[in-house]
């Protein structure tokens, strides 16, 4: 089995991004899984190529997504993408979008089809801060999460809070990691 994981840059100014940081630490396999990391620019045109890019050579079995979220103290398994862009922040390319269709003549809403109540349980049996959300915005980690699922990837977009303690974030992440190898082997 090969997983894709992806992070984003930095965005809004900020130096780092999480996502960046949890991505350099994941090992490079698990269990018999090859982890393979991409990491994308927050643009709402350059990431979906990028991500395309990175599923015809990789073509991985799984695409696991990551991004930053503002707040909060839960890691956030995002159950849906929505075929709309939207911000009044501008993305790195300084692009802002206005309630734009992804893709005209598509579902409003595309929904992962991985384990995410049977990952929430193992996580917090193991007493990991997570949940499952519902959106995961309008912005370009969305954008991102409808292209994985309109390519009919196997794919999952987790947020995390942007300031989480990072030996926490990365043991939650490889424990959704640990947690896909088992189901898939
Ligand atoms: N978070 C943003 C884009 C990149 C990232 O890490 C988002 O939630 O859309």
Known sequence: MRVLVTAFEPFGGAETNITQSVLSLLPDSIADWAIEKVCLPVSFKRAPLVLQEAISTYTPDIVIMLGQYP????????????????????????????????????????????????????????????????????????????????????????????????PLAQRTIGQVLKNLSHCFS
Request: proline fraction near 5%; include cysteine; hydrophobic fraction near 35%.
């Open 71 to 166: 707040e909060g103290e839960n890691i956030r398994l995002e159950r849906f993408a929505i075929n709309m862009m939207d911000s009044t922040k501008g993305d790195n390319d300084g692009y802002i979008s206005n309630e734009e269709t992804i893709y005209p003549h598509q579902p409003l809403a595309l929904q992962t089809s991985l384990p995410i109540k049977e990952l929430l349980r193992f996580c917090t049996d193991n007493v990991l801060p997570i949940q499952v959300s519902n959106s995961a915005g309008l912005y370009v980690c969305n954008r991102v999460y409808y292209e994985a699922l309109y390519l009919h990837q196997q794919a999952i977009f987790v947020h995390i809070p942007k300031n989480m303690d990072l």
